[in-house]
């Protein structure tokens, strides 16, 4: 004997079944296992504490503070423990690589250590790197590099030389690229600030040349380049001589005659000594 199936039902049909039986209080399932109600009874409420006697103050409690935990490093202090540890160049470049509290390196593709005789006469400061340097990990290896090269070779100065007369020692103040080329702000020069001191310390060379302001910030503590280029002045406890940086020159020409002129200074004070 065969069944006849049931008629059809559409999901309207059984959605309308659905909401009767629960009007009708049918909202719980009947399960496998039996359950056993005394143990779904509401605890009782706690105890309301009784009002204050008329006349008493009150105020309303206030939640906790939440303690957020502050940084307490200081960058500058860590660098410069960092820095006054270094003993040799080798060193520095180690601290420099392990110094963590910098937030440029994060984005940076190198760190920018130096290029050149560390031997040399002369030590030149520049900025920060830039594309190319932050590529190739050197500074001063774009165009305003290529220009730098055929200004110190106009005076007789190389960085490829071995001979100290003859050669230049080449930083930045700045280790790791800024994003888009900005210049860093006067925190982040603040904690380089020691291991460019050590640097030069370690370096020792007899003249300093400083390219641009924020090589002026770091070591002059001032800014206002083209009011400070030209003029001998003491920076690390050596003469330095401020001037414009090559970047510049490829902005604005005219300006050449006057990277010439601190040249020619930078010379007769070399051949002087």
């Not at 296992?33 to 504490?49: G, I, K, M």
């Not at 400061?125 to 050197?138: C, L, R, S, T």
């Not at 165009?143 to 055929?150: I, N, V």
């Not at 380049?225 to 003029?231: D, H, Q, S």
């Amino acid at each position: 004997m065969q069944t006849r199936p049931g008629p059809e039902i559409s999901y309207d049909a059984a959605l309308a079944a659905f909401e009767w039986l629960i009007e009708l209080g049918a909202t719980d399932p009947v399960g496998d296992e039996p359950v056993n109600r005394y143990d779904l009874v509401t605890p009782e409420p706690a105890p309301v504490a009784a009002p204050p006697p008329p006349g008493t103050e009150t105020r309303p409690q206030r939640p906790a503070p939440v303690l957020v935990p502050v940084d307490t490093v200081d960058p500058v202090a860590v660098a410069r423990a960092q820095a006054a540890r270094s003993a040799t160049l080798e060193d520095l470049r180690a601290a420099l690589l392990g110094f963590e509290h910098c937030p440029l390196k994060l984005g940076a593709r190198n760190t920018v250590f130096s290029d050149g005789n560390p031997k040399a006469r002369v030590m030149l400061i520049g900025e920060a790197p830039g594309k190319d340097e932050d590529a190739q990990g050197k500074p001063f290896v774009g165009r305003a590099g290529q220009l730098l090269d055929r200004m110190l070779a106009a005076v007789g100065l190389d960085r490829a030389s071995p001979d100290p007369a003859a050669s230049v020692y080449i930083t930045n103040v700045m280790p790791w690229r800024p994003p888009g080329n900005r210049e860093p702000e006067p925190a982040e020069i603040a904690m380089m600030g020691p291991f460019l001191a050590r640097h030069v310390e370690l370096v020792d060379p007899d003249l300093i040349v400083l390219m641009g302001n924020t090589a002026c910030a770091a070591a002059l503590n001032t800014r206002g380049i083209t009011r400070l280029r030209g003029v001998w002045t003491q920076a690390f406890g050596r003469p330095a001589m401020p001037t414009l940086h090559p970047a510049n020159l490829l902005r604005t020409p005219i300006n050449k005659r006057l990277v010439w002129a601190d040249l020619l200074e930078l010379r007769a004070k070399l051949n002087a000594l």
